[in-house]
């Protein structure tokens, strides 16, 4: 198996980054974060990775750093994540997400950098006809941030075909959950995600959790998605690696989740169980362009990569949220 790559992490001081960054260094890659600390943490980036303060699209600044740190591949995550204010501001998105990546693009190719392992959405999917989604079922995205996202995915199609060239696109589903050494967790302010506003709340930090919709066409009413600990995602993106570097002829568009969901009321009812307190819940109506289930068909990853998820377990996924948030008033002041 290839060690000791040269991956250069963009947005590796943000949430998901920033685990993908501990998953290189345990397995005996060398990580090397860029990142522009809008929305990341320079504390999230451990001592031993290297770091860059800088924008993606800086193509002066990633050329030094490709020649510098002699880069091999590229983990690509770097990117406003809000879907909400996509639509309030969509032009934001298709610079950060779509244009800057053209130029982060443009800059590998130039720099022979061959390999690309891109934070993919199910939001590229929009409202799925038939759930578990599969990856070729049609791609219908119904914001701004998951039409970002496509671009990006077409972007990579059309320039591995044209170049010397491969890339990992993975279509993540509802990541949730920190380190399970808590090295790292979700730690952006004002979050909207189900998990983290649950855990807030467990800890006091807000009094109740807002239940978005109890009509949907599922067992209990609520919302159903597929949560992946964020550990499992990071795991996938270093096979990824070391797949696009066995096979530099073969690309892939992956979906990353555990193939199976559970509603709001169910991760509710995990986090009152691991607390042993119940939240408040507030029964409130639907949130804008919410789908009913959202889940994904995940044999194409299994198959491949022979990807075993080492955390299918919401209880566990929520310890780990948990011990992460409990610490994390101390990190932020720092
Ligand atoms: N949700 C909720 N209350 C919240 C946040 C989310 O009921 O405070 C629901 C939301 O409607 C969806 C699910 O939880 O059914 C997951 O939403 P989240 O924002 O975490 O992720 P998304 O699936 O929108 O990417």
Redesign the pocket.
């Known amino acids: 198996m290839a060690e000791n790559l040269s991956v250069l992490v963009t947005g590796g001081a943000g949430y998901i980054g920033s685990h993908a960054v501990l998953a290189l260094l345990d397995s005996g890659h060398r990580p090397v974060v860029i990142d522009n600390l809008v929305t990341g943490f320079r504390w999230a980036v451990p001592d031993n990775a290297t770091f860059y303060e800088g924008d993606i699209a800086n193509s002066q600044m990633i050329t030094r750093i490709i020649e510098n740190e002699r880069i091999d591949a590229v983990m690509h995550f770097a990117g406003s994540v809000v879907?909400p204010e996509s639509v309030e501001n969509p032009l934001k998105y298709y610079h950060n997400n779509t244009a800057k990546t053209r130029s982060l693009i443009e800059s590998l190719v130039a720099n022979e950098v061959r390999h690309m392992i891109f934070s993919s959405t199910a939001?590229t999917y929009g409202i799925p006809e038939t759930s578990p989604v599969r990856e070729d079922m049609p791609t219908r995205p119904i914001n701004p941030y998951g039409t970002s996202k496509l671009m990006t995915e077409m972007m990579l199609r059309d320039v591995a075909a044209a170049h010397d060239f491969n890339y990992c696109a993975l279509r993540y589903f509802?990541v949730a959950g920190a380190d399970p050494k808590a090295r790292s967790g979700q730690s952006t302010v004002g979050a909207?995600?189900?998990?983290k506003?649950a855990v807030e709340a467990a800890l006091g930090k807000r009094g109740s959790?807002?239940?978005?919709?109890t009509d949907y066409a599922t067992e209990d009413g609520?919302?159903v998605?597929d949560y992946i600990h964020v550990a499992d995602l990071a795991a996938a993106h270093v096979i990824a690696l070391e797949a696009l570097v066995a096979n530099p002829k073969t690309s892939h568009t992956l979906n990353c989740g555990y193939g199976h969901g559970y509603s709001?009321m169910q991760?509710l009812d995990a986090v009152d169980r691991v607390t042993n307190h119940k939240l408040v819940r507030n029964l409130e109506g639907?949130?804008a362009g919410?789908p009913d289930a959202?889940i994904s068909d995940n044999r194409a990853i299994v198959d491949r990569f022979g990807w075993q998820p080492k955390y299918d377990d919401l209880d566990v996924i929520v310890e780990h949220a948990l011990a992460w948030e409990r610490q994390l008033g101390e990190r932020q002041t720092q």
């Open positions: 879907v939001a509802n909207t995600h189900l998990l506003i959790v807002s239940v978005f919709g609520t919302g998605r709001v991760v639907r949130r919410d959202l």
